[in-house]
């Protein structure tokens, strides 16, 4: 690990004049902490934020919630509202990690952290993500994990987080604060990039610009749940996953809000999906049309390939058990 400067900020001013430095912001440390170590990432200086509040869930006058941006994810997954009205979200964060990283991270470090792509963690290899303009080794490489959708020549890495996706079905907004008194509510589903020739740029937020919180809108009827396929029960990233909020009504499909993990290179949503079930009567013939959607314009790269029709047959599952109709 390269030498940096360190600073332990007390409040959020002291965290955005930091920022506006150069200053990366370090909250749990669970992902930014290891890239140092590795020399993938090497700021010259550490601005701590862990200790300026945004730590608490809170009850937004519509009836939705206020999600601190400093929230551990074991505190937010154990939440009594979280638990009884935004239950994709409880499952999601508690089928990510080990309990002791879920105790030490926070929400807005489990939105901004990397992928782990292989290549991108060995810096002996060509990486757009890490060194823009050196190649993508993925491509032609060891891509079992890669994505299949949304992606470019430059990059086919996947976002490996659970939680996002699940906000991403929610359809949540964060909400950040910048340089100059400015802030910012982004819908969470604008807030992750596709990566086009700047793999680099993981997210919209700007340099400097701090999370403060994540909002849920008010809660919604229906069936909420978070399904993950990944190697091994545990301590395992998604190879495909779905979060879902869906409901249906003397048959008819009222809700279908889905989100995909696993399969490009932020969280899928794909308004079309929705709009092709809701209103329609739940049939085995609607459900496999909607997979079959989904992935119409999948791309796979060998290693890859079995994603396509895994991810074809989680999505049958998932709204078939959700509706009650045998797909």
Known sequence: MRPFAYERCATSDDA?????????????????????????????????????????????????????????????????????DYPVLARAILAGASGQLRNRATTGGNLCQRTRCSYFYDIAMSCNKRDPDTGCSAI??????????????????TYPGDMAVALHALDAVVETEGTGGTSRRLPVRQFHRLPQDTPQKDNAL????????????????????????RDRASYAFALVSIAYVIDVADGIITRADLAFGGVAHKPWHD????????????????????????????????????????????????LSEATGVRA
């Open 140 to 157: 032609d490489g060891q891509n079992r994990n890669m994505a299949i959708l949304g992606t470019s020549p430059s990059c086919i890495a």
């Open 206 to 229: 700007e340099p400097g610009e701090l999370i403060t919180c994540v909002v849920l809108p008010p809660p919604v009827p229906g069936q909420q749940g978070y399904r993950k396929v």
């Open 271 to 318: 308004p079309a999906i929705a709009q092709m079930l809701v209103g329609q009567r739940a049939e085995a013939g609607l459900i496999r049309a909607a997979a079959d959607a989904l992935l119409a314009g999948a791309q796979s790269f060998g290693d890859n390939d079995f994603k396509i029709p895994l991810m074809r047959r989680l999505v049958t599952a998932t």
């Open 16 to 84: 955005l004049r930091s920022g506006a430095k150069g200053a990366r912001f370090l909250a749990g440390g669970t992902n930014l902490l290891d890239l140092m170590k590795l020399q993938i990432e090497t700021p010259e200086q550490l601005a701590d934020i862990s200790r300026i509040g945004f730590d608490s869930i809170d009850e937004t006058a519509d009836g939705g919630l206020r999600i601190g941006a400093l929230v551990r994810n074991s505190d937010c997954a154990a939440h009594a509202r979280i638990r009884r």
